[in-house]
């Protein structure tokens, strides 16, 4: 089956320590996402791919980087997590038109 | 700014019965709306949407209701099964844009 796929599910870092989240995707969508999702929030945009073209939110913060090294795949980099960093992290992709997302099923990050 | 709201945090309907969900939005331009389950663990999946031009898209067991002149769209489960419960978010995308703005989302329990 077609699907967004996250890994890890699960990720434990420590305060400071670079991590990175990957999102890979098989329905070859140009639009790539990331979202943040904190406890009983609305998921919050952070960043979104059209192709290799980045478009980054106004407020998110620069310890937050991405990277897409081609169609399939999506990388989230946090250079410097700090406790407040500690969130549900979703993928989604999408088609170049008023559509739907699919989103994977995330990947929880927990800072130490 | 939240431009998308969901205001009732929860919801508990007696299988059989309506269960009634509703989203506001401050935002005129909005021209797409979409409605998002999500079970625990996994990713919001797509349910249902509706465009700024309609008032009501119906699939199945779902209707979704568009008001514009209040700003206001609904979702309608009848009959509301145990399957449904879940955490229903509404969401809102501006013309020519790839970007979709999400509520805080409703817990639905279906109660057997």
């Known amino acids: 089956d077609a699907m967004v796929i996250q890994n890890p599910r699960y990720q434990v870092t420590q305060f400071g320590k670079p991590v990175t989240l990957s999102c890979s995707q098989t329905?070859?969508?140009?639009?790539m996402y990331w979202y943040q999702q904190k406890s009983s929030q609305a998921p919050k945009l952070l960043f979104h791919?059209?192709?290799?073209?980045?478009?980054n939110e106004a407020d998110t913060p620069d310890n937050f980087q991405s990277r897409r090294p081609n169609t399939s795949f999506c990388f989230l980099d946090i250079r410097s997590p700090g406790l407040g960093d500690a969130a549900m992290y979703l993928c989604a992709t999408s088609r170049p038109a008023v559509d739907t997302q699919y989103f994977g099923p995330g990947t929880r990050l927990t800072v130490l | 700014d939240q431009q998308v709201k969901q205001n009732s945090p929860s919801l508990s309907v007696q299988e059989g019965r309506i269960s009634i969900l509703n989203c506001d939005y401050t935002?005129?331009?909005?021209?797409?709306f979409l409605w998002y389950k999500k079970y625990p663990a996994e990713g919001p999946t797509f349910l249902i949407s509706i465009s700024s031009i309609k008032d009501k898209n119906e699939d199945g067991r779902f209707t979704v209701f568009l008001n514009k002149s209040a700003k206001h769209l609904s979702l309608h489960i009848v009959p509301s099964q145990p399957g449904d419960s879940a955490v229903y978010f509404c969401a809102a995308s501006l013309p020519g844009t790839y970007k979709y703005i999400f509520g805080t989302g409703t817990r639905l329990k279906v109660l057997a």
């Open positions: 935002n005129s331009m909005f021209d797409y």
């Open positions: 791919y059209y192709d290799k073209d980045f478009n």
């Open positions: 329905l070859n969508h140009n639009v």
